[in-house]
């Protein structure tokens, strides 16, 4: 009966030193990867670089250059820009509203529905960014966002 108990109590240290081995294993683990001193101050410098606002412009409904059918585009645009250029990116792209948004229109309305896939949809951004920029001269946006893709 004795080596029973003693077996039990084996079984038992035994698995208490697995379990404190894999929660070291895991701390240490969780530490490099998540917690890391440095790595948040690597971050928050990231998004500051990177910090940006949008301005809703709304939602577009085009008509697409497709030659055999007529298809439209309905989407959402959204304008990016620096967070140090906002007040003077918004009061021109405010007072400058109506000819951003035919740009836009023109733009989109030139492209077929086959355009509107994931390795292409970087290079309409780019152009409506392009194209977008060619009117501002107070500032430049730094990106333009589609959101919300119907292509019927």
């Given at each position: 009966m004795s080596e029973g108990k003693g077996s039990n109590k084996l079984l038992i240290i035994l698995l208490v030193l697995i379990i404190a081995i894999l929660i070291s294993i895991s701390a240490f683990f969780s530490y490099y990867f998540f917690i890391k001193p440095?790595?948040?101050?690597?971050?928050?410098?990231?998004?500051?670089?990177?910090?940006?606002?949008?301005?809703?412009?709304?939602?577009?409904?085009?008509?697409?250059?497709d030659e055999n059918e007529t298809k439209y585009l309905k989407t959402e645009v959204y304008l990016a820009y620096s967070?140090?250029?906002?007040?003077?990116?918004?009061?021109?792209?405010?007072?400058?509203?109506?000819?951003?948004?035919?740009?836009i229109s023109v733009?989109?309305?030139?492209?077929?529905?086959?355009?509107?896939n994931v390795q292409y949809l970087d290079k309409i951004k780019k152009?409506?960014?392009?194209?977008?920029?060619?009117?501002?001269?107070?500032?430049?946006?730094?990106?333009?966002y589609l959101n919300d893709f119907i292509i019927q």
């Open positions: 440095g790595a948040s101050t690597q971050n928050t410098n990231s998004s500051k670089n990177i910090a940006e606002k949008t301005l809703a412009l709304g939602e577009f409904i085009v008509n697409l250059a967070d140090t250029e906002a007040k003077k990116i918004e009061k021109e792209v405010n007072n400058k509203m109506p000819q951003i948004k035919e740009k733009t989109l309305g030139k492209k077929t529905s086959e355009n509107f152009e409506l960014t392009d194209q977008i920029n060619t009117l501002l001269d107070e500032g430049k946006i730094t990106n333009v």
